[in-house]
């Protein structure tokens, strides 16, 4: 019976520390789990299914010159200014002091004190707040002189009535397809692919009409974005091309989209990183908008102005009128164009360098990408317009003998984008799969060893302690 005694309890205490390591092996892992379900309770999986591009507007596609002002528009406009002032009436003086309007575009071009100056007097002249988005507009160069002939899907389409003059960052540019003012039924679709059934546009670099060009080469700038309002490259969400004149640039899109369930709604905005429609608490239609008005909030605070891009004569008629920024808030602005083009990611976690190089940007926790959304990737080749055929029977014939011209091809070259598709990582009978055949692996568990459990713990238990009374009465 002595030797039968240490073996037994030996045998229990093994078998005791063997279903204490199993127990504690699945606490450890079922915990593991959950904690890295709640804090990444979302994956993102690429669709097999094919996404059809036609069911998706074509991209919102504008055309920037690289000249900022037309000269003709700028003589003029020096014309009317020496016959308005009697201090000043030259009108050599006022050409070359309206050199300084550079300063819209580039506020680190210009002298500071000059452009107070200048401002002064234009305030002065006008009796009025001077209009800075409505100056540049008429400053511009016009659609009509920039764009020579359009095409889309191989037809011919009026250029001055499909593009439209909108303010960007980087000027007055030519839009067509504009998704902010467009609705589902006024948006252009592609319906064919192929590098003739997109949108051609023939350019016209007018060289001659040059005043003021932040890029030393002339050209254009190419925009490709979605449905924000306005298409500024320190937000990016959007293409940028360069296009130079005599190029024949070839523009791929590939259409990237993704796709929410509606299961993914249930977890808070913080963990899933992305907003449903309707959810927007900043009034804009995506991260773009989102960051595009958080700068505009931080440029009003430091700098009480709005830039010209963001001014909107039919909204702004208010008791509290937003004051444009002008020459006079140059030297404001230069002060904090860094921090205005770069933006803190809205991340708990981050390298203490990085953190270091971002303590000046913007930050905007706010702004989240939309769950569901699609954007435009691209491809771009470039040849000389010398090598482009002489004739062609939807563009103009003799297009190598033109000058300053530029031809541009934007398509899709398949029928079908990329899509992803949002969803949660487990559902809560995944994880209850998961949970439960981890216990079942570690202790041998299952529904009816808990029912068991229960079962001895509780009733047997109870009957047990009922008779034992029950027999001391």
């Not at 045998?11 to 504690?24: A, D, T, V, Y």
């Not at 511009?140 to 359009?150: G, S, V």
């Not at 079942?440 to 008779?467: A, D, P, W």
Request: with cysteine; net charge neutral; glycine share 4%.
């Amino acid at each position: 019976m002595r030797n039968i005694l240490p073996v037994y309890f030996t045998f229990r205490l093994f078998w005791f520390m063997f279903i204490l390591m199993g127990i504690s092996f699945a606490i450890f892992v079922c915990m593991s789990t959950m904690s890295s379900f709640l804090a990444d309770p979302t994956v993102t999986t690429l669709d097999p299914q094919e996404h059809s591009v036609w069911d998706v507007p074509f991209p919102s596609i504008a055309v920037c010159s690289h000249n900022k002002l037309s000269r003709s528009a700028m003589r003029q406009f020096a014309h009317n200014m020496s016959r308005g002032s009697f201090d000043m009436p030259l009108y050599n003086y006022w050409y070359e002091k309206l050199k300084l309007f550079a300063g819209f575009f580039n506020t680190d071009s210009i002298d500071f004190d000059e452009a107070q100056s200048l401002q002064n007097v234009l305030d002065r002249m006008s009796r009025k707040p001077f209009n800075v988005a409505r100056v540049l507009k008429d400053l511009a160069p016009k659609c009509k002189d920039l764009l020579l002939e359009c095409y889309w899907s191989g037809q011919a389409i009026d250029c001055e009535k499909e593009l439209q003059l909108v303010a960007f960052s980087r000027g007055y540019c030519c839009v067509f397809n504009y998704q902010f003012e467009r609705t589902e039924e006024t948006y252009y679709y592609a319906n064919q692919s192929g590098s003739d059934t997109g949108l051609i546009l023939l350019l016209n670099a007018s060289t001659n009409d040059y005043f003021y060009a932040e890029e030393s080469l002339t050209g254009f700038t190419l925009l490709i974005f979605g449905k924000q309002k306005i298409a500024d490259t320190s937000i990016g969400h959007m293409g940028l091309i360069q296009i130079n004149a005599n190029d024949d640039i070839h523009v791929r899109l590939k259409l990237v989209s993704q796709i929410t369930t509606n299961e993914v709604r249930n977890h808070p905005v913080a963990k899933r990183g992305c907003y449903f429609p309707n959810e927007e608490k900043v009034g804009a239609y995506g991260q773009a908008d989102c960051l595009m008005k958080c700068k505009v909030r931080s440029m009003e605070s430091l700098c009480n102005c709005i830039p010209f891009y963001v001014y909107d004569e039919k909204k702004n008629v208010t008791d509290r009128t937003p004051v444009q920024c002008s020459l006079e808030h140059t030297e404001c602005l230069e002060r904090y164009r860094i921090t205005w083009q770069t933006y803190k990611p809205p991340v708990e976690m981050m390298n203490e360098h990085l953190e270091a190089e971002l303590i000046d940007s913007l930050s905007c926790p706010e702004c989240l990408p939309a769950c569901t959304y699609y954007r435009y990737n691209f491809y771009k080749a470039k040849s000389s317009l010398k090598d482009t055929p002489d004739s062609m029977n939807y563009i103009h014939s003799n297009i190598r003998s033109l000058n300053d011209v530029s031809l541009v091809k934007i398509y899709y070259p398949t029928p079908y984008g990329t899509r992803y598709q949002k969803n949660v990582l487990y559902n809560w009978y995944q994880m209850l799969s998961n949970i439960g055949g981890v216990i079942g692996i570690c202790m041998g568990c299952s529904l009816i060893s808990g029912i068991e459990v229960i079962y001895f713990v509780f009733i047997r238990l109870t009957e047990n302690f009922m008779k034992l009374r029950a027999n001391r009465r």
